[in-house]
Nanobody, 128 residues
Framework: QVKVVESGGGSVQAGGSLRLRCVASGYTYDSNCMAWFRQAPGKEREAVTAMYTGTRSTTYADSVKGRFTISRDNAKNTVYLQMNNLKSEDSGIYYC?????????????????????WGQGTQVAVSS
C-alpha cells in the first residue's frame, strides 16, 4: 500500500525559507512523476513543481521559478521542496503527490488527476 507523508511546514516571515519533506513508501520503483501542489483557503489546488525521478528532470510553476527547488534522495525515497524568498501568496497547505510506475510528468504534471497517491498535507503560513 502506497503511503505519502509530508512534513516541514511552519510559519515564517516573508523573505524566509522552509524545506518541505515528502516520504513515499509502499513501492520500490524509482521512475515516476512526483509533485508538490498547494491549496490556499477558498482556492483550487495548484501545481507547484514536479520531478520525473528516472531522469531527475524538473518543472516549475511560473510563480515559484527561481525561488523553489525540488530535489530527491533516492536512497530514502524522499522528495524535498526547498522554498526560498517566501511570499504571503505562498501560504497554504502543501501536498505531495506520486504517480504510478513509469508515468512521466510531461504534459500532465499540473493536473491533480495525474496522481493517484497523495499525502495529508503540511501547512505553510507566510506573514508579510
Amino acid at each position: 500500500q502506497v503511503k505519502v507523508v509530508e512534513s516541514g511546514g511552519g510559519s515564517v516571515q516573508a523573505g524566509g525559507s522552509l524545506r518541505l519533506r515528502c516520504v513515499a513508501s509502499g513501492y520500490t520503483y524509482d521512475s515516476n512523476c512526483m509533485a508538490w501542489f498547494r491549496q490556499a483557503p477558498g482556492k483550487e489546488r495548484e501545481a507547484v513543481t514536479a520531478m520525473y525521478t528516472g531522469t531527475r528532470s524538473t518543472t516549475y510553476a511560473d510563480s515559484v521559478k527561481g525561488r523553489f527547488t525540488i530535489s530527491r534522495d533516492n536512497a530514502k525515497n524522499t522528495v524535498y521542496l526547498q522554498m526560498n524568498n517566501l511570499k504571503s501568496e505562498d501560504s497554504g497547505i502543501y501536498y505531495c503527490a506520486t504517480a504510478n510506475e513509469g508515468v512521466r510528468c510531461a504534459g500532465s504534471w499540473n493536473w491533480p488527476s495525474h496522481f493517484p497517491y497523495w499525502g495529508q498535507g503540511t501547512q505553510v503560513a507566510v506573514s508579510s
